[in-house]
């Protein structure tokens, strides 16, 4: 039988661990990782390997060579410039006329590929997934099928809002060979996002075969000490190159172990080593070929590549060291760091927990290694939020991060592109702005200041001027010691969670770019933004009509920069505004939301005693809104978006609207009403504004917390078009917001957060979905079932918590808490 090993991949995840090898080539247990693959695929009767090829390629093959030595055939096939996994693969269609299987070379498994084989010709299926479960899914492709293995749905590397199961594609695929004439020579393609989605959509036999075994995708660095502890623990079984001593310790040829040495059963030592006097070899630990430890020192969980030296009375704990390393006497490697090849580190050097030290360093004796040593920062948690990246303020958002932020941003961007920045009026968020800034300019990145500023005109300023991008520092909503860096794409959107992953590496690793010193960016600072902005703003409202009605209105700023700004487009409208919180201190941190319910209570009396036609409170950012209306009731979240519908309703006909999945039936109910689609996205904002932006039809869109977006001006949340729309409609319309407001049901929603683990995410997704199948599901962030006709219930994981938010509408408020409750003990009995 004939197999493809994919081994072409950089493993830029293993760093510093791949920058001297190819990620196949990683030992696991003192053997290449690949090799382990081989000897499986041999076992099973895949004698014909062809092997896929770019990076460092050379290195793999000189390491197998024909494969004799191992009891196959083996030849390769070098990609010139990447294919994709399919791609690739379509390079030996010459040699590839009957059934074969395609495994990844940085896996580590012992699933019965012979019966994956055998189901695969018995389902009849042009292509077989093999199919294993975790508890984590986000980094792998999420696949559902059906009672006979048919495959049903898939997703590639899905957010937690989009898992709906934690059966996951390992990598390893059965094929048949007239797929591959799918595909055009020398294109690219990838079996996930190209070759299977198509067999799917052509309604083509694709399955999955769910295999029992162990599996394990060595994506990081925590991954490949994890596949270590499982080797010892018996979870795979695999091939360990030496002799299993009475104790159960593995020892390699030559190697010599000093009488009172102390060698831990669960623990392998390579060829030609010297284990010495007083030595103590604990327990979960590797040490390669032709290695030293000397008198007295002591290794734990820890693993040792060839060629290294340990010295005497060293102590190195849960780390990896790589080869050809000396660690001289009394060094101390703590949990979690990782030495480069090559490196000498000096006596009585003490190497702090999760450093990266990068190959062929010299740290001098006596040192005290806190930071990592040239590249990779190494940080404790996911770098981005669900908004941007949020740290505690001037405690883990130092300006020393925010200058390795920056840096990693103009790292990600081409050299010479422009940034927008901006901030909040918090002093902390200028401090952080300005290191920010110092980072782009570092990495040859132009920087456009514009101060402090609303979020959304700084948004529009981006998309207007043509800049690469932009940031914006502020506090984080509903958590004031948190400060906020939100990154915009070159439409002022939010970035991908793909763009945020790319940051983050590159964050991660310092893998920065060095700058000449005559290419570092300039700064400027752009004192007409606002004109900017407004020029676009008054095409999009019709102001004449506004001006005629001479309101009277009262708007609540909540301290923000809007206050400065607002104030004259007002009085330009012939509006005449009171104005309430419209003063901006660096000391006092903005009103994070505009659903503050003692603020909208105090801004209800004001309106009242005032006789205002309208009552305004933004939040200190610009982005949403709640109202006031003249008996002084506050229209606010789910009712203020069905008031916006039906003042909508009065211009457009048919019109295509976008709201997020938790929205509520009555805005469900208006829009099919005045005969209008309705798009749904994940309930988050960045899905919202991405959704509109990339849909030209959209002429609306809203979330159920007073944020909406008027995609002809920008397709981003802006409180003042939304506060002069709203005007518009009520001028040109002659339409009564009080009046508007009484033809509105009552809207009963209730939500509770629980905690969840991160490993169960993926089981209740895949748990909740199978359990209530027979009902109207919709999976578009987490599961949302229709209970009755009135009522619904929503589990939905977080994105970047370890919590499960249950969102419910009822008939009445206590249906909606009645529901959550109910639905939260499901989820407790699931977890």
Same mark, same amino acid.
């Given at each position: 039988?004939?197999?493809?090993?994919?081994?072409?991949?950089?493993?830029?995840?293993?760093?510093?661990?791949?920058?001297?090898?190819?990620?196949?080539?990683?030992?696991?247990?003192?053997?290449?990782?690949?090799?382990?693959?081989?000897?499986?695929?041999?076992?099973?009767?895949?004698?014909?390997?062809?092997?896929?090829?770019?990076?460092?390629?050379?290195?793999?093959?000189?390491?197998?060579?024909?494969?004799?030595?191992?009891?196959?055939?083996?030849?390769?096939?070098?990609?010139?410039?990447?294919?994709?996994?399919?791609?690739?693969?379509?390079?030996?269609?010459?040699?590839?006329?009957?059934?074969?299987?395609?495994?990844?070379?940085?896996?580590?498994?012992?699933?019965?590929?012979?019966?994956?084989?055998?189901?695969?010709?018995?389902?009849?299926?042009?292509?077989?997934?093999?199919?294993?479960?975790?508890?984590?899914?986000?980094?792998?492709?999420?696949?559902?099928?059906?009672?006979?293995?048919?495959?049903?749905?898939?997703?590639?590397?899905?957010?937690?809002?989009?898992?709906?199961?934690?059966?996951?594609?390992?990598?390893?695929?059965?094929?048949?060979?007239?797929?591959?004439?799918?595909?055009?020579?020398?294109?690219?393609?990838?079996?996930?996002?190209?070759?299977?989605?198509?067999?799917?959509?052509?309604?083509?036999?694709?399955?999955?075969?769910?295999?029992?075994?162990?599996?394990?995708?060595?994506?990081?660095?925590?991954?490949?000490?994890?596949?270590?502890?499982?080797?010892f623990d018996g979870k795979i079984k695999m091939d360990i190159p030496g002799k299993q001593l009475d104790s159960g310790?593995?020892?390699?040829?030559?190697?010599?172990?000093?009488?009172?040495?102390?060698?831990?059963?669960?623990?392998?030592?390579?060829?030609?080593?010297?284990?010495?006097?007083?030595?103590?070899?604990?327990?979960?630990?590797?040490? %390669? $070929?032709? &290695? @030293? +430890?000397?008198?007295?020192?002591? /290794?734990?969980?820890? *693993?040792?590549?060839?060629?290294?030296?340990?010295?005497?009375?060293?102590?190195?704990?849960?780390?990896?060291?790589?080869?050809?390393?000396?660690?001289?006497?009394?060094?101390?490697?703590?949990?979690?760091?990782?030495? %480069? $090849?090559? &490196? @000498? +580190?000096?006596?009585?050097?003490? /190497?702090?927990?999760? *450093?990266?030290?990068?190959?062929?360093?010299?740290?001098?004796?006596?040192?005290?290694?806190?930071?990592?040593?040239?590249?990779?920062?190494?940080?404790?948690?996911?770098?981005?939020?669900?908004?941007?990246?949020?740290?505690?303020?001037?405690?883990?958002?130092?300006?020393?991060?925010?200058?390795?932020?920056?840096?990693?941003?103009?790292?990600?961007?081409?050299?010479?592109?422009?940034?927008?920045?901006?901030?909040?009026?918090?002093?902390?968020?200028?401090?952080?702005?300005?290191?920010?800034?110092?980072?782009?300019?570092?990495?040859?990145?132009?920087?456009?200041?514009?101060?402090?500023?609303?979020?959304?005109?700084?948004?529009?300023?981006?998309?207007?001027?043509?800049?690469?991008?932009?940031?914006?520092?502020?506090?984080?909503?509903?958590?004031?010691?948190?400060?906020?860096?939100?990154?915009?794409?070159?439409?002022?959107?939010?970035?991908?969670?793909?763009?945020?992953?790319?940051?983050?590496?590159?964050?991660?690793?310092?893998?920065?770019?060095?700058?000449?010193?005559?290419?570092?960016?300039?700064?400027?600072?752009?004192?007409?933004?606002?004109?900017?902005?407004?020029?676009?703003?008054?095409?999009?409202?019709?102001?004449?009509?506004?001006?005629?009605?001479?309101?009277?209105?009262?708007?609540?700023?909540?301290?923000?920069?809007?206050?400065?700004?607002?104030?004259?487009?007002?009085?330009?409208?012939?509006?005449?505004?009171?104005?309430?919180?419209?003063?901006?201190?660096?000391?006092?941190?903005?009103?994070?939301?505009?659903?503050?319910?003692?603020?909208?209570?105090?801004?209800?009396?004001?309106?009242?005693?005032?006789?205002?036609?309208?009552?305004?409170?933004?939040?200190?950012?610009?982005?949403?809104?709640?109202?006031?209306?003249?008996?002084?009731?506050?229209?606010?979240?789910?009712?203020?978006?069905?008031?916006?519908?039906?003042?909508?309703?009065?211009?457009?006909?048919?019109?295509?609207?976008?709201?997020?999945?938790?929205?509520?039936?009555?805005?469900?109910?208006?829009?099919?009403?005045?005969?209008?689609?309705?798009?749904?996205?994940?309930?988050?904002?960045?899905?919202?504004?991405?959704?509109?932006?990339?849909?030209?039809?959209?002429?609306?869109?809203?979330?159920?917390?007073?944020?909406?977006?008027?995609?002809?001006?920008?397709?981003?949340?802006?409180?003042?078009?939304?506060?002069?729309?709203?005007?518009?409609?009520?001028?040109?319309?002659?339409?009564?917001?009080?009046?508007?407001?009484?033809?509105?049901?009552?809207?009963?929603?209730?939500?509770?957060?629980?905690?969840?683990?991160?490993?169960?995410?993926?089981?209740?997704?895949?748990?909740?979905?199978?359990?209530?199948?027979?009902?109207?599901?919709?999976?578009?962030?987490?599961?949302?079932?229709?209970?009755?006709?009135?009522?619904?219930?929503?589990?939905?994981?977080?994105?970047?918590?370890?919590?499960?938010?249950?969102?419910?509408?009822?008939?009445?408020?206590?249906?909606?808490?009645?529901?959550?409750?109910?639905?939260?003990?499901?989820?407790?009995?699931?977890?």
């Open positions: 039988m004939k197999a493809v090993l994919m081994a072409g991949g950089e493993g830029s995840r293993l760093r510093p661990m791949t920058l001297h090898r190819p990620k196949p080539l990683v030992p696991v247990c003192n053997r290449p990782m690949s090799e382990h693959i081989v000897g499986n695929l041999k076992a099973h009767g895949f004698n014909d390997i062809f092997v896929t090829l770019y990076y460092m390629g050379d290195e793999i093959q000189s390491f197998f060579g024909d494969g004799s030595s191992l009891g196959v055939n083996m030849a390769y096939s070098v990609e010139e410039s990447p294919l994709g996994t399919a791609g690739a693969v379509k390079l030996l269609e010459p040699h590839l006329d009957e059934t074969f299987l395609i495994i990844s070379g940085d896996c580590l498994t012992d699933i019965d590929l012979t019966a994956a084989v055998a189901f695969h010709k018995k389902s009849g299926s042009l292509a077989t997934i093999v199919l294993t479960r975790v508890s984590t899914p986000l980094e792998y492709g999420v696949v559902i099928i059906d009672d006979k293995g048919r495959i049903e749905r898939f997703l590639e590397k899905p957010g937690w809002g989009e898992v709906f199961s934690d059966t996951v594609n390992t990598g390893i695929y059965i094929i048949e060979p007239e797929v591959l004439k799918l595909m055009e020579p020398g294109q690219k393609y990838d079996w996930s996002n190209d070759i299977f989605p198509r067999l799917l959509d052509d309604k083509k036999p694709i399955f999955g075969s769910v295999q029992p075994g162990y599996w394990c995708d060595i994506g990081n660095l925590k991954q490949y000490r994890e596949a270590h502890e499982d080797a310790a593995w020892v390699g040829a030559k190697t010599e172990i000093s009488p009172d040495a102390r060698i831990h059963p669960k623990s392998i030592i390579g060829a030609n080593c010297r284990i010495k006097s007083g030595a103590v070899i604990n327990e979960y630990t590797v040490v %390669g $070929d032709n &290695c @030293i +430890i000397d008198e007295k020192a002591s /290794v734990t969980r820890s *693993i040792i590549f060839n060629n290294t030296y340990v010295g005497k009375s060293a102590r190195v704990v849960g780390s990896v060291i790589l080869r050809n390393n000396v660690l001289n006497q009394n060094v101390r490697v703590q949990d979690g760091a990782i030495i %480069g $090849d090559s &490196c @000498i +580190i000096g006596k009585d050097s003490r /190497v702090r927990t999760q *450093i990266k030290i990068w190959p062929e360093k010299t740290i001098p004796s006596g040192a005290d290694v806190n930071m990592n040593v040239v590249y990779a920062q190494n940080w404790p948690t996911t770098l981005f939020s669900a908004l941007g990246v949020r740290r505690v303020g001037n405690v883990e958002y130092t300006p020393e991060f925010g200058a390795r932020l920056g840096s990693a941003y103009g790292a990600f961007l081409p050299q010479g592109s422009t940034v927008i920045v901006s901030r909040s009026p918090h002093k902390m968020s200028r401090v952080i702005k300005r290191s920010l800034v110092g980072g782009l300019m570092s990495m040859g990145v132009d920087v456009v200041d514009i101060r402090s500023a609303p979020l959304p005109i700084s948004r529009h300023m981006v998309r207007s001027t043509g800049a690469a991008g932009g940031v914006h520092t502020r506090i984080s909503p509903y958590m004031p010691e948190m400060l906020l860096s939100e990154f915009f794409d070159e439409n002022g959107i939010n970035i991908s969670t793909g763009k945020e992953r790319k940051i983050e590496a590159i964050f991660t690793r310092e893998d920065y770019r060095r700058t000449d010193m005559t290419e570092v960016g300039v700064l400027r600072y752009d004192g007409r933004y606002l004109d900017h902005y407004l020029d676009h703003f008054y095409k999009c409202v019709n102001a004449d009509a506004i001006r005629e009605r001479k309101y009277r209105i009262v708007m609540d700023y909540s301290n923000g920069s809007l206050s400065t700004m607002m104030p004259p487009v007002l009085s330009g409208l012939n509006i005449d505004a009171v104005s309430v919180n419209a003063y901006m201190d660096p000391s006092i941190t903005p009103r994070a939301s505009a659903l503050d319910k003692a603020g909208l209570g105090e801004l209800s009396k004001i309106c009242r005693s005032l006789k205002a036609d309208l009552g305004i409170m933004v939040d200190g950012e610009a982005e949403k809104v709640s109202l006031i209306d003249k008996k002084g009731r506050v229209i606010s979240g789910p009712r203020l978006l069905a008031l916006m519908l039906r003042l909508i309703a009065h211009k457009e006909t048919h019109p295509i609207i976008a709201c997020q999945a938790n929205t509520p039936n009555i805005v469900r109910s208006i829009i099919s009403d005045i005969d209008g689609e309705m798009i749904l996205t994940q309930a988050n904002s960045r899905s919202l504004m991405t959704k509109t932006d990339k849909d030209p039809g959209i002429i609306f869109a809203g979330d159920i917390k007073g944020g909406f977006i008027f995609p002809s001006h920008q397709p981003a949340f802006d409180a003042m078009m939304s506060i002069i729309k709203i005007l518009e409609y009520k001028a040109v319309y002659d339409i009564s917001i009080t009046d508007l407001n009484d033809q509105i049901p009552d809207v009963h929603m209730h939500s509770e957060t629980m905690p969840i683990t991160w490993e169960s995410k993926g089981k209740l997704m895949r748990v909740v979905s199978d359990k209530y199948k027979k009902r109207n599901l919709d999976l578009t962030d987490g599961v949302r079932m229709d209970i009755n006709k009135s009522s619904w219930v929503m589990i939905r994981p977080d994105p970047t918590e370890p919590l499960v938010h249950v969102v419910a509408e009822g008939g009445s408020a206590a249906q909606a808490r009645k529901l959550v409750a109910q639905y939260k003990e499901v989820v407790g009995k699931l977890d």
